[in-house]
C-alpha cells in the first residue's frame, strides 16, 4: 500500500504513560509492545515528509461531574488526568515542531478538537493510524476520520489492546466499514 506523503498524516492515538507504561493505571502490556512499532513509523513517516499527528487523551478532574451519561471515570476509574506523568507520551515517542499535538478528552481525536482543521489546512487526505487502544480511541478516532471524508488505513502491527478479540474485532469492522488496514511492512509513503 503505497500513500502520497504530501497528502498523508501519520496519526499516533494516545500512547501515553497511563496506557503503555508499567506504572499507569489503564497499563496494557500490548500497548507498551506498540510503542517500538509507532516510533519506527514515525520516523519512516518524517524520512518521507508526511506529517505526524500525536493525540493525547487528557481529563481534566472535574470533567465528568454532573453528566447525565457519558462518565469515562465512571468505566475505567480515573486516568490521564491533566498535568499529570500519566497524561504525558512516553519515552521514545517525543513531537518535533512540525507535529501536531492534539488534547482531546473523549475517544474521537476529531470531537471538539483542531485535528480536521489543522488536517484540511495541511491538506491531508489520507491518515495512517497507530497506537492504542485498538478498540477503543483507535476504533473511534478511525471511523470518524472515515465519516469526515479522510482515508483511514489502521496498521494493524502498530496498535496497543487489552485482549486479542478486541483488537481483531476492531480491524475487522474498520476494514469491513469505513476504512483499511495493512501492516507496517506493507506501507509505503511514495
Known amino acids: 500500500m503505497e500513500l502520497d506523503p504530501s497528502q498523508t498524516a501519520l496519526v499516533v492515538i494516545d500512547m501515553q504513560n497511563g496506557f503503555c507504561h508499567p506504572d499507569g493505571s489503564l497499563y496494557a502490556p500490548d500497548s507498551e509492545a506498540a510503542v517500538e512499532p509507532c516510533a519506527q513509523l514515525v520516523d519512516r513517516a518524517r524520512e518521507a515528509g508526511a506529517s505526524v499527528v500525536f493525540t493525547r487523551d487528557v481529563h481534566p478532574p472535574e470533567q465528568f461531574d454532573g453528566n447525565h451519561y457519558y462518565d469515562e471515570f465512571d468505566r475505567w476509574g480515573e486516568h490521564v488526568l491533566e498535568g499529570s506523568w500519566e497524561a504525558e507520551l512516553v519515552d521514545g515517542l517525543e513531537p518535533q515542531e512540525t507535529d501536531l499535538v492534539v488534547v482531546k478528552h473523549t475517544y474521537d481525536a476529531f470531537y471538539q ?78
Open 113 to 190: 478538537t483542531e485535528l480536521a482543521g489543522w488536517l484540511d489546512a495541511h491538506g491531508i487526505k489520507d491518515l495512517a493510524i497507530c497506537g492504542t487502544l485498538a478498540n477503543v480511541c483507535v476504533l473511534h478516532t478511525a471511523s470518524s476520520a472515515g465519516l469526515r471524508d479522510y482515508r483511514p488505513v489502521l496498521i494493524e502491527d502498530a496498535v496497543g489492546y487489552i485482549e486479542d478479540d478486541h483488537r481483531e474485532y476492531a480491524l475487522e469492522h474498520a476494514d469491513w466499514l469505513f476504512g483499511e488496514v495493512t501492516e507496517r511492512e506493507e506501507l509505503a509513503f511514495a
